[in-house]
C-alpha cells in the first residue's frame, strides 16, 4: 500500500538508479503482488517504489516470516512464483524458514534481499549476514548481484529458474551500493543459463516399459504427487486413470490432483492416510509414481514399502527418481508430457476386477472414522461440517498438526491448487499467512485457514493485513488447548508424559481478533456450528472463530513410526 | 566402493561452496577433491574421488551434482581408461649420509628433492595415488615432519580401447 507523496520533484522524475531498474524489471517479469518488508539496506528499493508508483502491489507484512509463506500460498494458488523483498542481516533471515519451506514443497518462489554496501562485505557490518553462503543449502539457486547492469539479467533468470523444471525458491541478494548506484538504461536481460536444462520429455522407450508393464499389472496403483499439479496435468490424470480403470492415492501435497469424491480414489495414502491407500501400496504389483518424491511420512519404513511391486516413478527431478525407493521403470518428465504419451499408447490391461472389487470392499469396511466427545466439540465433525458448508470448493490452508491431518482427511478436494499446507518441512505458522497471499492470488474465492491455537500463535500478527486490506480470510482455530499433535505422540508413545505440551494460556482469541478490529467469534456448542459457518461464509470480511474442540482426540488412522505401511493402528473405532 | 568423478562446472562464486554443501549434507564420503581451471575460460574442472556404499549411492551422487545449475557435466571415469595423478610434498627429517639413502628410495618413482634445509629435506612425487601412498609408506620410517597432497585429478585418455584393461578402482 502506498502513501502518496506531497511534492513530487522533478529531479527525482529524472533520476534512474539500481533500484529504478529493479523494479522495472518486476514490471516486465508481470509481477502483480510483492510481499515485503523495509529496512536499511533495501532504502533505495522502497523509495523507487515510493517515486516510481509501479502498476503492482506491495503487501507490507508484520513479520518477513509472514511475508514469505504468504507469498508460498499465493504461489500454490496462481501457480506463479511468489515475490518477496526484506532488508539485510534480521530481514533475511526471518526468510529463512520459509525459504526451506519453499524448497522442500517445490514453490516457486523469487526472494530479494537487500545487502550491505558491497565495500563492506566481509566486515561484519551492521546488518550484513552472511545470506549466500547461508541460503545455498536452501534454495534451488541463489544470486548476488555484483554489478548493477547484470540485475536486469539476473531477475530474468532468477524468475526462469523457480518456476520451470521442478520449481523451487531463488534468492536474489543486492548490496545497498548496487540498488542507490545511477545506471542506465539499456541492459542485457539474456539468459546465461548452460547447465540448467530441465527435461520435459519423456524418453519413448520407458514409456514403451511402462506401458508393457501395465499391460502385466494385474493390481496396478496410481500415486499422484504435487508435480501432477504443478504440471497442470489433473485432466491427463484422470483420463489415464478413468481410460485404465487405475485406482489412485496420493500424497498429502498432491490432494486435489485427482478428484478426491472420484470412485477410482483412494484416498489419502502415508502415514495419516486411509486403510484402503495404505494398504493397496503393499498389496500392488505396479506402483506408477507420478511427481511425488517417496517421502518417509509416506513411505513409512521403507522395508514394507510397495514390497511385490514394479515401481514405475515419473518426475521431472531425476535425482527423485532411485532416492528412497529402488525404481525398475525410471520416467524423467514433466507429468504432462508422461501422461499423455501414456494416453498415446495402446495397452491391453489384464482384467483386475479383483483387485478393484478388494479396494472397494476395503473402502466400505475401513472408512476414516472419528467419536463425537460428550462435551467439546469432535475437531473431525467440525472440519466435515467446514467442508459441506463451502460446498467442497474453498481454498483451505492449514497449519501444521492434528487439525492438518483432521483436515487433509475430511475436507475432500475435487480441484487442484485449492490445498495450500506445509508438508515436507511441516512449519507451524505457515497456515494463516499463506491464507493471506492466497487469498490475494484468488481474490474471489472463498478462503478458509485452518489452524490450531498454537501455530496460529506464531504468526497472527498478519492479522493487520486483513484489517488493512479487509480480506475476507476466515480463520478457524481448532482450539483444543494443546499442541495436540505433540500431545498425541506422547499419549500413544510416552506414556501420557505431556511435556510442555499442554497450552494452560491461551489468549482470548474473541477479544484478540477485536483488537485488530476484527470479528471474533467463540463455539463450543454443535448446534451453533452450522449457523455460524453459513453466517461467515456469507460474511464479507476477515473473520476468527475460536472452535473450542475435545482435547483428547487423536488423529487415526495412523502408521506408527518405524513401522511398515501394513501395519496400521486405529483403523477401526 | 572408490569412484573418481569428473565434472565440469561454470566458475561463478560460491560453486565449490555450493557442491562440497551438498555433499556433505547428503552424507557423500569424499576423499579428496581438486578444483581447477580448464580448457574453457570461465569453466572450472573438478574431480573427485569418492567413497559410496553401493550402486544406488552412487547413482544419486551424479544425479545430485548434475542437478546444480552451475554443473555442466558429470562423468565417473572409474572404469575408464584415464590417466589420473596426484602431487604430493614429503618433508622428511635428513641430513648427510640420510640424504644419499633417501635418494635411492625416491628414484625409481621419479620423484625429486626440491628443498633441503640443515636437517629436513623436501620431496615432490606426482603419480597415481597408490604409487604416492608408496613413497610415502617407504619414507615413513625417516620420519615425515609433514605432508600435503593435491588430490587426484583425471581424465580421459585420447584413446578409449574396446575392452578396458586398467582397472582404475584399486588404484585409488
Ligand atoms: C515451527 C515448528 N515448531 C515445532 C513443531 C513441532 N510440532 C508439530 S505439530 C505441533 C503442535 C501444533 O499445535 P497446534 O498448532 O495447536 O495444532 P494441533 O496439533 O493442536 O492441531 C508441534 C509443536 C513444528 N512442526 N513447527
Ligand atoms: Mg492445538
Known amino acids: ?573 | 566402493m572408490k569412484r573418481i568423478i569428473v565434472a565440469t562446472v561454470q566458475d561463478r562464486s560460491g560453486v565449490l561452496n555450493r557442491i562440497t554443501g551438498m555433499l556433505q549434507k547428503r552424507q557423500f564420503n569424499i576423499d579428496s577433491i581438486s578444483v581447477g581451471s580448464s580448457e574453457t575460460e570461465g569453466v572450472s574442472k573438478m574431480t573427485f574421488v569418492v567413497d559410496v556404499g553401493d550402486h544406488q549411492k552412487l547413482e544419486q551422487l551424479t544425479k545430485q551434482l548434475n542437478k546444480q545449475i552451475d554443473v555442466l557435466k558429470v562423468s565417473d571415469i572409474t572404469d575408464k581408461a584415464i590417466v589420473a595423478r596426484e602431487l604430493a610434498l614429503i618433508k622428511v627429517g635428513g641430513s648427510g649420509q640420510l640424504r644419499s639413502e633417501i635418494q635411492g628410495i625416491i628414484t625409481p618413482f621419479r620423484a625429486s628433492i626440491i628443498d633441503v634445509s640443515k636437517d629436513s629435506l623436501t620431496i615432490q612425487v606426482t603419480g597415481k595415488p597408490d604409487k604416492v601412498e608408496a613413497l610415502i609408506s617407504l619414507l615413513k620410517p625417516y620420519g615425515i615432519k609433514e605432508l600435503t597432497k593435491t588430490g587426484v585429478t583425471a581424465f580421459l585418455r585420447g584413446q578409449q580401447p574396446q575392452q578396458v584393461t586398467e582397472l582404475n578402482s584399486h588404484l585409488i
Not at chain 1, 481448532?478 to 497450552?503: C, D, I, K, P, T
Not at chain 1, 463455539?523 to 455460524?532: F, H, K, L, T
Request: glycine share 8%; hydrophobic share 40%.
Open chain 1, 1 to 573: 500500500m502506498k502513501v502518496e507523496a506531497k511534492h513530487e520533484t522533478e529531479s527525482t522524475e529524472q533520476m534512474r538508479t539500481g533500484a529504478d531498474l529493479f523494479i522495472q524489471t518486476l514490471v516486465d517479469a508481470e509481477v502483480d503482488t510483492l510481499f515485503g518488508y523495509p529496512g536499511g539496506a533495501v532504502l533505495p528499493i522502497y523509495d523507487a517504489l515510493y517515486r516510481s508508483n509501479p502498476p503492482f502491489d506491495h503487501v507490507l507484512s508484520r513479520h518477513e516470516q509472514g511475508s514469505i509463506h504468504a507469498a508460498e500460498g499465493y504461489a500454490r494458488v496462481t501457480g506463479k512464483a511468489g515475490v518477496v523483498l526484506a532488508t539485510s542481516g534480521p530481514g533475511a533471515t526471518n526468510l529463512i524458514t520459509g525459504i526451506t519451506d519453499a524448497m522442500m514443497d517445490s514453490i516457486p518462489l523469487v526472494i530479494f534481499t537487500g545487502q550491505v554496501a558491497s565495500g563492506v562485505i566481509g566486515t561484519d557490518a551492521f546488518q550484513e549476514s552472511d545470506v549466500m553462503g547461508i541460503t545455498t543449502p536452501i534454495t534451488k539457486y541463489n544470486y548476488q548481484v555484483k554489478q548493477v547492469s547484470d540485475l536486469p539479467r539476473i531477475v530474468n533468470e532468477a524468475f526462469h529458474i523457480a518456476t520451470t523444471g521442478r520449481p523451487g525458491p531463488v534468492v536474489v541478494d543486492i548490496p545497498k551500493n548496487v540498488s542507490a548506484q545511477l545506471t542506465g538504461t539499456e541492459f542485457s536481460k539474456d539468459f546465461n543459463l548452460p547447465g540448467y536444462q530441465p527435461n520435459k520429455k519423456p524418453n519413448p522407450l520407458q514409456i514403451v516399459k511402462l506401458a508393457d508393464a501395465l499391460s502385466r499389472a494385474k493390481k496396478p496403483l496410481l500415486l499422484a504427487g504435487a508435480g501432477v499439479v504443478f504440471a497442470k496435468a489433473t485432466e491427463e490424470l484422470k483420463k489415464f486413470a478413468e481410460k485404465y480403470q487405475l485406482p489412485v492415492t496420493n500424497t498429502l501435497l498432491g490432494l486435489g490432483s485427482f478428484p478426491g469424491t472420484h470412485p477410482l480414489h483412494l484416498g489419502m495414502a502415508g502415514m495419516h492416510g486411509t486403510y484402503t491407500a495404505n494398504t493397496a501400496l503393499y498389496e500392488c504389483d505396479l506402483l506408477i509414481n507420478i511427481g511425488a518424491r517417496f517421502d518417509d511420512r509416506l513411505t513409512g519404513n521403507l522395508e514394507h514399502f510397495a514390497p511385490h511391486a514394479k515401481v514405475a516413478h515419473i518426475d521431472i527431478d531425476p535425482a527423485e527418481i532411485g532416492k528412497n525407493v529402488a525404481t525398475e521403470i525410471p520416467v524423467v518428465a514433466d507429468a504432462k508430457e508422461a501422461l499423455q504419451a501414456l494416453l498415446q499408447s495402446v495397452v491391453e490391461l489384464p482384467d483386475h476386477e479383483v483387485w478393484k472389487e478388494t479396494l472397494k470392499l476395503n473402502k466400505a469396511e475401513f472408512p476414516l472414522w472419528y467419536e463425537k466427545p460428550e462435551q467439546k466439540l469432535s475437531p473431525q465433525w467440525l472440519i466435515k461440517q467446514v467442508y459441506e458448508q463451502s460446498k467442497g470448493d474453498a481454498i483451505i490452508t492449514t497449519d501444521v498438526g492434528q487439525h492438518q491431518m483432521w483436515a487433509a482427511q475430511f475436507y475432500t478436494f475435487d480441484k487442484p491448487n485449492r490445498w495450500v499446507t506445509s508438508g515436507g518441512l511441516g512449519t507451524m505458522g505457515f497456515g494463516f499467512p499463506a491464507a493471506i497471499g492466497a487469498q490475494l492470488g484468488a481474490p474471489d474465492d472463498l478462503v478458509v485457514s485452518i489452524v490450531g491455537d498454537g501455530g496460529f500463535q506464531m504468526t497472527l500478527q498478519e492479522l493487520s493485513i486483513l484489517k488493512e486490506r479487509n480480506l475476507p480470510v476466515k480463520i478457524i482455530i481448532v482450539n483444543n488447548e494443546a499442541l495436540g499433535m505433540v500431545r498425541q505422540w506422547q499419549e500413544s508413545f510416552y506414556e501420557e508424559r505431556y511435556s510442555e505440551s499442554l497450552l494452560t494460556m491461551n489468549p482470548d482469541f474473541v477479544k484478540l481478533a477485536e483488537s485488530y478490529g476484527i470479528r471474533g467469534l467463540r463455539i463450543d456448542q454443535e448446534e451453533d456450528v452450522i449457523p455460524m459457518l453459513q453466517d461467515i461464509f456469507s460474511y464479507n470480511g476477515p473473520v476468527v472463530v475460536d472452535c473450542r474442540v475435545e482435547q483428547k482426540t487423536c488423529v487415526y488412522p495412523m502408521i506408527a513410526p518405524g513401522k511398515g505401511i501394513h501395519e496400521m493402528i486405529g483403523v477401526k473405532k
